[in-house]
């Protein structure tokens, strides 16, 4: 049966770029539609009417939204190179590692991007406490996932191509030598070529930052 | 091999009876610790879910696990009686995305909502009926979001079911009336008259006197405010 995948994304979503990931690690063919945000097609109304966001993958005229949930499809659907291990308990440390990213780790990081003052401060400290349990857990492991990259690696994988993005624009470390775990988790993960060749381009991530700083910090 | 299964809970955190309900459905048998979430959290607590210091915690053979969502697919992937998710892929991904809808949007909508001082409640209030408009969407007029069975979706919105009643008893407020959402307030009558599910709520009086409390204590900090 032809199968007919689409990615509704953009060009610099981290949400989008893990489910690019998972259909290039498993060989999936799809269609890529980038999405202006400012401007949001018809169709991606039609296919996420309740959060009206990307990514949605539509798979055999079918829309799933979320990113996680979309990974965990993908995962249901094509068996090749899994994301998720089979054992029950190691599936519940993927999963709970994926969700301290989204609600734990990457707000807290935002937060430094975003805040000023005391509000920044607060920020750096929990971002700092996150960045700590997420070192702890690579203790041993050559990734999230162990010897071969999992759905955690996927999740996390935006701090391989945005956290420089991050500290060029701040002028903050907000990753450095207390975290030597995550330091080399971030050079294996970024030299596999299916995650690299996927980076969206670092120039226009600092265009694109530098102009969201200048908005979030008005120079005065 | 003789199966040690416990739950560390809180008498009334929807979050906990999640888990239990999911385990009674399932027919798992299993041990609740209580624990004193305000005052004094337990070593134990502490040790199985150092990163972030909550419940539930459940506790299968030594291992623990936190989160109540990523417990209860842990639950149903490890007890197969009475599955709460379907088999096809896409059924799941649409269950697995009303139950994040529910638990991410929803919950704190509502709790906002309940909670919020006079001069930001209409705009809290009008959220939160967004939210249970959409969600009552996904009902589809079936008996429960699971179809003809209590599923992931039914145990994630067990708030609304059973918490949200009481709150708006203690405020004063209405939220989810029949008038309103009709399947939605029809569901919360289906999903409380299950057995399972009555076994696994807290004692109505004593939550109501909770919350009761809360709206006494929210009234005595806006008085002391203005004064």
Same mark, same amino acid.
């Given at each position: 049966?032809?199968?007919?995948?689409?990615?509704?994304?953009?060009?610099?979503?981290?949400?989008?770029?893990?489910?690019?990931?998972?259909?290039?690690?498993?060989?999936?063919?799809?269609?890529?539609?980038?999405?202006?945000?400012?401007?949001?097609?018809?169709?991606?109304?039609?296919?996420?009417?309740?959060?009206?966001?990307?990514?949605?993958?539509?798979?055999?005229?079918?829309?799933?939204?979320?990113?996680?949930?979309?990974?965990?499809?993908?995962?249901?659907?094509?068996?090749?190179?899994?994301?998720?291990?089979?054992?029950?308990?190691?599936?519940?440390?993927?999963?709970?590692?994926?969700?301290?990213?989204?609600?734990?780790?990457?707000?807290?990081?935002?937060?430094?991007?975003?805040?000023?003052?005391?509000?920044?401060?607060?920020?750096?400290?929990?971002?700092?406490?996150?960045?700590?349990?997420?070192?702890?857990?690579?203790?041993?492991?050559?990734?999230?996932?162990?010897?071969?990259?999992?759905?955690?690696?996927?999740?996390?994988?935006?701090?391989?191509?945005?956290?420089?993005?991050?500290?060029?624009?701040?002028?903050?470390?907000?990753?450095?030598?207390?975290?030597?775990?995550?330091?080399?988790?971030?050079?294996?993960?970024?030299?596999?070529?299916?995650?690299?060749?996927?980076?969206?381009?670092?120039?226009?991530?600092?265009?694109?930052?530098?102009?969201?700083?200048?908005?979030?910090?008005?120079?005065? | 091999?003789?199966?040690?299964?416990?739950?560390?809970?809180?008498?009334?955190?929807?979050?906990?009876?999640?888990?239990?309900?999911?385990?009674?459905?399932?027919?798992?048998?299993?041990?609740?610790?209580?624990?004193?979430?305000?005052?004094?959290?337990?070593?134990?607590?502490?040790?199985?879910?150092?990163?972030?210091?909550?419940?539930?915690?459940?506790?299968?053979?030594?291992?623990?696990?936190?989160?109540?969502?990523?417990?209860?697919?842990?639950?149903?992937?490890?007890?197969?009686?009475?599955?709460?998710?379907?088999?096809?892929?896409?059924?799941?991904?649409?269950?697995?995305?009303?139950?994040?809808?529910?638990?991410? =949007?929803? *919950?704190?909508?509502?709790? !906002?909502?309940?909670?919020?001082?006079?001069? %930001?409640?209409?705009?809290? /209030? $009008?959220? @939160?009926?967004?939210?249970? =408009?959409? *969600?009552?969407?996904?009902? !589809?007029?079936?008996?429960?979001?699971?179809? %003809?069975?209590?599923?992931? /979706? $039914?145990? @994630?919105?067990?708030?609304?079911?059973?918490?949200?009643?009481?709150?708006?008893?203690?405020?004063?407020?209405?939220?989810?009336?029949?008038?309103?959402?009709?399947?939605?307030?029809?569901?919360?009558?289906?999903?409380?008259?299950?057995?399972?599910?009555?076994?696994?709520?807290?004692?109505?009086?004593?939550?109501?006197?909770?919350?009761?409390?809360?709206?006494?204590?929210?009234?005595?900090?806006?008085?002391?405010?203005?004064?």
């Amino acid at each position: 049966m032809a199968e007919e995948v689409k990615l509704f994304k953009t060009w610099s979503t981290p949400f989008g770029l893990r489910v690019v990931w998972a259909l290039k690690l498993k060989g999936i063919q799809y269609d890529a539609i980038d999405e202006d945000l400012s401007n949001k097609s018809a169709l991606l109304l039609q296919y996420n009417p309740v959060y009206k966001k990307v990514p949605v993958l539509v798979h055999n005229g079918k829309p799933i939204s979320e990113s996680l949930v979309i990974l965990e499809y993908i995962d249901e659907t094509w068996k090749q190179n899994p994301i998720l291990p089979q054992d029950p308990l190691e599936k519940a440390r993927e999963r709970f590692w994926a969700k301290f990213n989204d609600e734990k780790l990457l707000p807290s990081i935002w937060g430094v991007f975003t805040k000023e003052g005391k509000e920044r401060e607060e920020a750096i400290a929990d971002s700092l406490e996150n960045l700590k349990f997420v070192e702890e857990e690579l203790t041993g492991k050559k990734f999230f996932g162990g010897e071969k990259i999992g759905l955690a690696d996927l999740v996390f994988g935006w701090l391989a191509y945005l956290i420089c993005v991050f500290e060029e624009v701040t002028g903050l470390k907000i990753i450095d030598e207390r975290f030597p775990l995550l330091l080399a988790w971030i050079q294996e993960f970024s030299e596999l070529p299916i995650i690299k060749d996927n980076f969206p381009p670092h120039d226009k991530l600092i265009i694109k930052y530098q102009a969201f700083y200048e908005k979030y910090h008005p120079a005065k | 091999m003789s199966e040690e299964v416990k739950v560390f809970g809180f008498w009334c955190s929807p979050f906990s009876r999640r888990v239990e309900l999911a385990l009674k459905l399932k027919g798992v048998q299993y041990e609740y610790i209580e624990e004193d979430v305000f005052k004094n959290k337990s070593p134990l607590l502490l040790k199985y879910n150092p990163v972030h210091k909550k419940i539930p915690v459940l506790l299968h053979n030594g291992k623990p696990i936190a989160e109540s969502l990523v417990i209860l697919e842990y639950i149903e992937e490890t007890w197969k009686a009475n599955p709460i998710l379907p088999e096809d892929p896409y059924e799941k991904a649409m269950v697995r995305f009303w139950t994040k809808f529910a638990d991410e =949007k929803c *919950l704190p909508a509502l709790w !906002k909502a309940g909670w919020s001082p006079e001069n %930001e409640r209409e705009k809290a /209030v $009008d959220e @939160a009926c967004e939210c249970l =408009k959409t *969600l009552e969407s996904a009902l !589809k007029g079936k008996r429960f979001f699971g179809g %003809e069975t209590v599923g992931l /979706v $039914d145990i @994630a919105a067990n708030f609304i079911a059973f918490w949200l009643r009481l709150i708006q008893e203690a405020t004063g407020q209405e939220l989810l009336s029949a008038e309103k959402f009709p399947d939605l307030f029809k569901w919360t009558d289906e999903f409380g008259s299950c057995s399972v599910v009555k076994e696994s709520l807290p004692p109505r009086d004593k939550l109501l006197a909770f919350f009761k409390a809360r709206v006494a204590e929210a009234m005595d900090a806006q008085t002391n405010a203005s004064k």
